[in-house]
């Protein structure tokens, strides 16, 4: 499936039905009187977060939708029907913002999440609710109210509670596919990861977590360039980053550097994002190369007193004790 997450969607709620002007006629009832029917309410646009999608796609299809109009009043004081709501199923961790000005409206972050955002018309009042005692015979009767229109912007923001990032082939979809049923693209290029997943890793005693994998951040990408830009939002409702380093082209390349790069396109994107708490994850430590300039780069991070987590994806070697590691900050966030 496609994964699209970001719609624009012109919405309507339906129109008030008008309220009717009749009169009575009907043998043996003299001075029938007034007998409009008032008109029905219009639908409402009501957005719902539903934990079976992953994406918008099937919005980007449809992007004027309107909902149903409340039917007219009808003579012998009937009423008319209310209009159907229009109710729009989205993924959760959708946030909707008016597309004219920026407002965020809601945020839908629960399944189930139920939110009214376009109230429909109310419907106008018969002429039988107009009768008094000096104006028994009115002609008259409301119309109904007009619908509320709206273009709106969704932005799905993927929760997961861990968020991997670094550069392009620095391990990331090894990684989900080593410690969850994802199956990424897995290939020795750049950008193999063009769009986010997300992996559950059954942890011990029949916990869970779930880890969300975006596509690799290069210098820049805070601005648009690569990839990064636009998937950088996805990072945003993890709790924890794990921030993974390949250090396996040294000495044509500088992992530290790298990494110093890539701390700095989190802050340029979003300061909350910036400060978010990281584990350094240094990948690919079955590679003879890694293994001759572990200690040094493990040292540089250890003096800054960062917490290093050297792993293989290829043989399992420090994905146990990293598991451990993560396990042990969620919950104790949640606890």
Request: hydrophobic letters at 40%; proline letters at 4%.
């Amino acid at each position: 499936m496609k994964f699209i997450d970001e719609v624009t969607l012109f919405t309507a709620s339906g129109h008030g039905g008008a309220g009717c002007v009749a009169f009575r006629h009907e043998k043996f009832i003299e001075f029938g009187g007034p007998s409009g029917g008032d008109g029905g309410k219009g639908g409402d646009v009501i957005f719902v977060a539903t934990s079976g999608l992953s994406t918008l796609l099937e919005l980007r299809h449809r992007p004027h939708q309107k909902a149903e109009k409340g039917h007219n009043g009808m003579g012998k004081n009937r009423h008319g029907a209310g209009g159907e709501d229009l109710v729009i199923k989205v993924p959760v961790g959708t946030v909707i913002k008016d597309a004219e000005t920026d407002e965020q409206l809601t945020d839908l972050t629960e399944d189930g999440q139920r939110v009214v955002l376009l109230k429909g018309g109310r419907g106008g009042q018969g002429n039988a609710r107009f009768a008094t005692a000096t104006n028994k015979a009115p002609k008259f009767a409301q119309p109904g109210e007009e619908g509320e229109e709206r273009k709106l912007r969704l932005e799905l923001k993927l929760m997961a509670d861990v968020g991997l990032l670094g550069l392009p082939n620095a391990g990331k979809s090894s990684l989900i596919s080593k410690i969850s049923a994802a199956r990424p693209k897995i290939a020795d290029y750049p950008f193999t990861t063009m769009v986010p997943s997300l992996g559950v890793v059954e942890y011990k005693n029949y916990r869970s977590f779930v880890v969300a994998d975006i596509p690799g951040i290069i210098e820049g990408a805070h601005a648009g360039a690569g990839l990064g830009h636009r998937f950088l939002k996805h990072l945003e409702r993890s709790g924890i980053l794990l921030h993974l380093v390949d250090i396996s082209w040294m000495p044509d390349r500088d992992p530290l550097e790298e990494y110093e790069a890539v701390c700095r396109e989190l802050a340029l994107f979003s300061p909350e994002l910036g400060a978010k708490e990281q584990v350094v994850v240094i990948t690919k430590t079955d590679l003879p190369q890694t293994q001759e300039r572990l200690a040094e780069i493990k040292n540089w991070f250890e003096d800054r007193k960062i917490k290093v987590f050297p792993i293989s994806s290829a043989t399992g070697e420090g994905v146990e004790a990293l598991l451990d590691e993560i396990a042990r900050r969620l919950w104790a966030t949640k606890e």
